[in-house]
């Protein structure tokens, strides 16, 4: 792998780290629990609920990517980086980014 192909990966890394990192604090802005003060209706409280569990479902999830991103990017200018654990092949770089968790090239993943 050449350096700007890794200058390029690691700037991709960055800027979906910096990008999950927003995301998750706009969710736990949104899982904050509501006062018993709020006037709203109990249907709307079952909403908020229902809500908030999503929120933070999701922000479970993006704590994974969170943590893949950065295994990938400790791995990062190594022979490691980017290789299927079960074969050895090289993983598709939008795969990486799209589910930076997965340590399976796509045929493995199957």
């Given at each position: 792998m050449n350096n700007d192909f890794e200058a390029e990966i690691k700037s991709k890394i960055l800027d979906k780290i910096e990008?999950?990192?927003k995301e998750i604090e706009i969710l736990k802005e949104h899982s904050q629990p509501q006062g018993l003060d709020n006037a709203?209706?109990?249907v709307s409280r079952m909403d908020y609920i229902n809500n908030r569990s999503i929120n933070e479902a999701q922000i479970r999830k993006?704590?994974?990517k969170l943590k893949?991103?950065?295994n990938w990017l400790g791995k990062l200018g190594t022979n490691e980086f980017g290789k299927c654990i079960r074969?050895?092949?090289q993983i598709n770089i939008?795969?990486?980014l799209f589910m930076p968790e997965s340590n399976h090239c796509i045929h493995?993943?199957?």
């Open positions: 990008e999950i990192k709203i209706g109990r993006n704590l994974a893949g991103l950065n074969c050895g092949q939008n795969r990486l493995c993943a199957k």
